[in-house]
């Protein structure tokens, strides 16, 4: 080994970040750098276009190394995640046989099991789990919070009569202790925590069954930013150390017990971050609580010479992670199977336990085999061709990454403080004050797409003119337990980013009249053909059926070709110096019996609305609120 490292290109003298500045400033031409080249985030703070080895300087986490404390580069030395796939308990029998199966045969290595309250029984429980081993295979279950301590006591029945090793089973049954004032919009019982208890000690008998589930999946399935997803999610977890531990129970017993469960959205690079940041906030959380020594593993490596006394492995968080569902959209549905991809890869790439990928129909009916199939294999693929899995934090000393890191990190802390502040997550969550904030977060989001601020591919931009959706969406069950009760406080709003763009579309579906829109390109090919693709864009979310043209001479055979097409809408595309001349002229001539629009905001905007023209696109619109004024005129 060379005792001195090599200066690559020792022919090209460094550049200082001024340098860059100073070049970039010229380049900009008077823009502000600022404006034109920082990111301005939903999640609180700045992205800058560049990073450099400056900005890294001094951090910790950046000297740590996988399966070392705080953990952010992995609480393994490996990255072999858990491929899970979920699976709707209707029948006991026929859910055996299909976990069988997905085991067996299809590359998964652990199932999730939704099973209704009312079917929590040692019968039902022995028929679904027949021929399953629970030592070669994580097994999950998902049922009422009123049934989750029996479902535990039967599982530990089960496994003792099959003569399974108590110690090596792994898996969880997910007690969500908040799903009540968050999901259902009824607070708390005061005495909530005594029930928390009677869970974690039923989940005693299976030492590595996690049985406290931190649900922020449902934060990131009602639209929350990536940073109120973890912020609340730490809450979450520490309202939940923080009272056990009044109850006598040490804090590394309950850390070992709580699984969280994140949503992954479609912010590649910041969801990365978001739980490499995760495992460095819990870590940190956990390690405050400054507990006796560990008990579980008296030999543990985690363990230094300065804090012997300390339970390191109750600082690593353990997480599964589930692709969101509030970018997912029924109309071009294929295009679900793209967004998972990227999710399950920053997932992966992060270092997560385990990971499900929703089929890419799962929003709007019963998921079929072809749609699961894919789904598992997006998994196997990352696995198996791609080898993600070989790797342990790829995105660890980039520069973009530990910075994006550290601001999510930061962002989030600060919102887990201010929680505290207020007395902690059951107070926040009772006062409806964290359902307020996600649901506020969706509206702003919701807003960005209906302004196409946020792009929803086949939905908001680029859809496709001829899709027909049909009644494709299947209603909510309930739990089996006959526990519903109205509504008493703000609970998560889980609409998703499409669904008011899709009930625009359902709705010209379902009227039986799809409004024609007839597009008058006429003057300068290159403006009328932009516009024209950006106007026929425009309406086809909107589900109306779009004629384009190249080109008319006049204004007047334009309008001719719009009659003879019968169309309901007639947009003009042009050039902002020729909508002067054109747009007068052709408005007059459609006389009211047409829709006129005209595509763009140019200078003379002002004086076409005194002659009488109402309508103009352009990319400053609201694109939602446009088309359902048109909708409310035309259908």
């Given at each position: 080994m060379a005792e001195a490292k090599e200066k690559l290109f020792p022919e090209f003298p460094p550049v200082s970040t001024q340098e860059w500045m100073d070049k970039i400033t010229a380049d900009l031409k008077g823009v502000p750098f600022e404006k034109k080249l920082v990111w301005k985030t939903g999640e609180g703070f700045n992205v800058n276009p560049f990073y450099r080895a400056e900005d890294i300087e001094g951090m910790a986490t950046v000297t740590s190394l996988p399966g070392e404390f705080p953990y952010v580069r992995g609480t393994n030395v490996s990255n072999a995640w858990l491929v899970r796939q979920d699976i709707e308990v209707t029948d006991c029998a026929s859910a055996n046989e299909k976990a069988r199966r997905l085991v067996a045969e299809c590359g998964v290595t652990s199932l999730g099991f939704r099973i209704k309250g009312e079917r929590v029984s040692a019968d039902n429980?022995?028929?679904?789990?027949?021929?399953?081993?629970?030592?070669?295979?994580?097994?999950?279950?998902?049922?009422?919070?009123?049934?989750?301590?029996?479902?535990?006591?039967?599982?530990?029945?089960?496994?003792?009569?099959?003569?399974?090793?108590?110690?090596?089973?792994?898996?969880?049954?997910?007690?969500?202790?908040?799903?009540?004032?968050?999901?259902?919009?009824?607070?708390?019982?005061?005495?909530?925590?005594?029930?928390?208890?009677?869970?974690?000690?039923?989940?005693?008998?299976?030492?590595?069954?996690?049985?406290?589930?931190?649900?922020?999946?449902?934060?990131?399935?009602?639209?929350?930013?990536?940073?109120?997803?973890?912020?609340?999610?730490?809450?979450?977890?520490?309202?939940?150390?923080?009272?056990?531990?009044?109850?006598?129970?040490?804090?590394?017993?309950?850390?070992?017990?709580?699984?969280?469960?994140?949503?992954?959205?479609?912010?590649?690079?910041?969801?990365?971050?978001?739980?490499?940041?995760?495992?460095?906030?819990?870590?940190?959380?956990?390690?405050?609580?400054?507990?006796?020594?560990?008990?579980?593993?008296?030999?543990?490596?985690?363990?230094?010479?300065?804090?012997?006394?300390?339970?390191?492995?109750?600082?690593?968080?353990?997480?599964?992670?589930?692709?969101?569902?509030?970018?997912?959209?029924?109309?071009?549905?294929?295009?679900?199977?793209?967004?998972?991809?990227?999710?399950?890869?920053?997932?992966?790439?992060?270092?997560?336990?385990?990971?499900?990928?929703?089929?890419?129909?799962?929003?709007?009916?019963?998921?079929?085999?072809?749609?699961?199939?894919?789904?598992?294999?997006?998994?196997?693929?990352?696995?198996?061709?791609?080898?993600?899995?070989?790797?342990?934090?790829?995105?660890?000393?980039?520069?973009?990454?530990?910075?994006?890191?550290?601001?999510?990190?930061?962002?989030?802390?600060?919102?887990?403080?201010?929680?505290?502040?207020?007395?902690?997550?059951?107070?926040?969550?009772?006062?409806?004050e964290v359902q307020q904030a996600v649901n506020e977060s969706n509206s702003a989001r919701k807003k960005q797409i209906a302004t196409r601020r946020i792009s929803l591919l086949g939905t908001n931009i680029f859809p496709n003119f001829t899709e027909i959706a049909g009644n494709k969406i299947e209603a909510d069950s309930e739990c089996g337990c006959h526990c519903h009760k109205d509504s008493e406080i703000a609970k998560l709003d889980f609409s998703r980013g499409a669904s008011e763009f899709e009930a625009l579309r359902l709705e010209t579906e379902k009227s039986g009249k799809r409004p024609k829109v007839f597009m008058l390109t006429i003057g300068n090919l290159a403006m009328r053909l932009a516009r024209s693709q950006f106007s026929s864009n425009f309406f086809a979310c909107a589900g109306y059926e779009i004629f384009d043209n190249l080109g008319f001479e006049t204004v007047e055979a334009g309008v001719k070709a719009a009659r003879e097409k019968k169309a309901d809408i007639i947009v003009l595309c042009s050039s902002d110096d020729e909508y002067a001349t054109f747009a007068p002229e052709a408005f007059k001539l459609t006389g009211g019996k047409e829709l006129f629009v005209v595509a763009g905001a140019p200078a003379c905007m002002d004086d076409l609305k005194a002659a009488g023209i109402e309508h103009f696109i352009h990319v400053r619109s609201n694109v939602l609120e446009t088309l359902q004024m048109f909708n409310r005129s035309l259908l």
């Open positions: 429980i022995q028929t679904l789990l027949e021929g399953i081993c629970p030592v070669e295979t994580e097994l999950n279950f998902m049922t009422c919070n009123r049934r989750a301590v029996e479902l535990l006591g039967i599982l530990t029945g089960y496994y003792k009569e099959k003569g399974v090793d108590l110690n090596k089973v792994q898996g969880s049954v997910a007690y969500d202790a908040f799903k009540v004032p968050l999901v259902k919009g009824i607070a708390l019982e005061s005495d909530w925590i005594e029930d928390v208890v009677d869970m974690l000690k039923a989940g005693e008998a299976l030492p590595h069954y996690r049985v406290l589930a931190v649900q922020a999946c449902n934060l990131s399935d009602a639209g929350s930013y990536i940073t109120q997803e973890l912020g609340y999610a730490m809450a979450w977890g520490n309202e939940l150390l923080a009272k056990l531990a009044e109850a006598g129970i040490p804090v590394d017993k309950v850390a070992n017990k709580i699984k969280f469960n994140f949503g992954i959205s479609s912010n590649y690079f910041m969801e990365i971050a978001k739980f490499r940041a995760a495992r460095w906030l819990w870590a940190e959380i956990v390690k405050a609580y400054d507990d006796p020594a560990c008990t579980c593993r008296p030999d543990s490596s985690d363990k230094t010479a300065d804090d012997s006394a300390f339970c390191r492995c109750a600082c690593k968080i353990k997480i599964h992670a589930h692709t969101s569902a509030w970018n997912m959209t029924v109309f071009d549905a294929y295009v679900n199977m793209l967004r998972t991809q990227t999710e399950a890869m920053s997932a992966a790439i992060a270092g997560v336990d385990s990971i499900t990928v929703s089929p890419y129909d799962d929003v709007f009916k019963t998921p079929d085999e072809f749609s699961e199939r894919i789904a598992r294999n997006q998994q196997l693929l990352l696995k198996e061709e791609c080898h993600f899995d070989r790797v342990v934090d790829p995105g660890g000393g980039s520069y973009y990454i530990e910075v994006l890191t550290r601001s999510v990190a930061e962002a989030a802390w600060k919102l887990f403080l201010e929680v505290e502040d207020k007395g902690g997550f059951a107070v926040v969550a009772n006062a409806g």
